[in-house]
């Protein structure tokens, strides 16, 4: 699966990096649909005084458009040194309480007529890359970055879950960046900074992990 890169004669070989990295699997839309993380909200972690501290998960995948110009923020409204929302809060009803301008209409200049999808590609170190489909709405109703944090939060608790279940295999021993389980990474750990794009239709979140000092 080779995609165009935007202004370039250039390829991203999603073949190539998946056999370094990991077997790239797609999940489709009917799979989304009937999961419990579809029909119920999941609660986020309160402070209990604990020292924390954030740590960005690395990826592998190439960004290409280094002046950001292809790149959404997400930040906590009235915190001018916030740098990422927490996905416990993304994944609540309008995008949590705190989401900076979460009515802000996404992909305005994004062609809807032609796909009305978008996939969020899942590079998580010492596991196989996932994609995951982020609807986009229509040109009647576009997506706002509420709906956005939410859909992402949506793929992000799936691929969490699925590890928990033992549905994704992992493909290296450290446990640095092990998710699930009850030595790995939690739902509640996660937190979405910046939502940019690789190429094409094919996005990838940075994100952050609170981690306890």
């Not at 005084?49 to 592998?60: C, K």
């Not at 409204?77 to 996404?106: A, F, H, T, Y």
């Not at 596991?127 to 992402?152: K, S």
């Amino acid at each position: 699966m080779t995609y165009p890169r935007p202004n370039s004669d250039h390829y991203f070989n999603y073949d190539m990096y998946n056999n370094t990295f990991g077997i790239h699997q797609d999940v489709q839309n009917h799979q989304l649909s009937g999961h419990p993380y579809f029909r119920a909200n999941i609660p986020f972690a309160q402070s209990s005084g604990t020292s924390h501290s954030m740590e960005f998960v690395p990826t592998h995948i190439p960004r290409p458009n280094r002046d950001r110009s292809s790149t959404l923020f997400f930040r906590v409204d009235n915190e001018w040194n916030s740098l990422s929302v927490p996905l416990g809060e993304c994944i609540q009803p309008n995008g949590g309480l705190r989401l900076k301008d979460p009515r802000e209409i996404m992909f305005q200049t994004l062609n809807r007529t032609h796909s009305p999808y978008l996939k969020i590609i899942i590079a998580w170190p010492g596991y196989n890359t996932v994609e995951y489909p982020i609807e986009i709405g229509t040109i009647a109703a576009p997506i706002t970055r509420a709906q956005l944090a939410r859909q992402i939060a949506y793929a992000f608790s799936m691929f969490v879950n699925s590890c928990n279940d033992g549905n994704f295999t992992r493909t290296q021993s450290s446990h640095l960046w092990k998710v699930g389980g009850r030595d790995g990474i939690m739902f509640h750990q996660m937190h979405l900074s910046e939502f940019w794009n690789i190429e094409g239709n094919a996005w990838c979140a940075s994100i952050g992990v609170l981690r306890n000092t």
